[in-house]
């Protein structure tokens, strides 16, 4: 049996949550509070570290989209799937804002998960994008 990194489940309900409010006119908070009941309470875990990601991302969604752009290479923002950009919104927040989470460990959970909910290009296109955020990430904070 494959072991599964320890948040895995934390970053599906992140994932799960941001993409409900996507679509929903509703608070945030209710939407993850909704999102979280709905699941067992095994994979409601670590809520500090599902209510720190989902927090850090819709607050620095713009910033993170901007990186995303800015790493885009012969692909158009909007043509990229909701779900993608949501992974990478997380990545980003990840690697810009979580501070015990190292790095790689942020583009391979991205990346593992995308296999599950995406298409079959989204795990190289994903790993192409933070990957090279994180090169960029590192370039700037030359202490990592």
């Keep these: 049996m494959i072991k599964n990194h320890p948040r895995r489940n934390a970053r599906e309900s992140v ?7 996507n679509y929903l006119d509703e608070n945030p908070e209710n939407v ?19 209510n720190t990601l989902y927090n850090s991302v819709l607050i620095n969604c713009d910033m993170a989209d901007n990186i995303i752009k800015k790493n885009l290479e012969n692909w158009e923002f909007g ?5 993608d950009k949501i992974l ?6 990840e690697i810009f804002f979580i501070d ?6 942020s583009i391979s959970e991205m990346v593992e998960i995308s296999k599950v909910y995406s298409t079959e290009e989204s ?20 202490s990592l």
Excluded: H, W
Excluded at 88 to 93: V, Y
């Design 123 to 142: 795990p190289s296109f994903i790993n192409g994008i933070l990957d090279s955020v994180y090169k960029d990430y590192k370039k700037i904070n030359k």
């Design 15 to 21: 994932l799960k949550a941001l993409y409900a409010y």
């Design 100 to 105: 015990d989470v190292p790095p790689k460990a």
């Design 88 to 93: 990478l919104r997380m990545g980003i927040c």
């Design 79 to 83: 043509r990229i799937a909701q779900l």
């Design 32 to 50: 993850l509070t909704k999102t979280l009941d709905l699941l067992s309470k095994e994979k409601q875990n670590d809520t500090f570290f599902i």
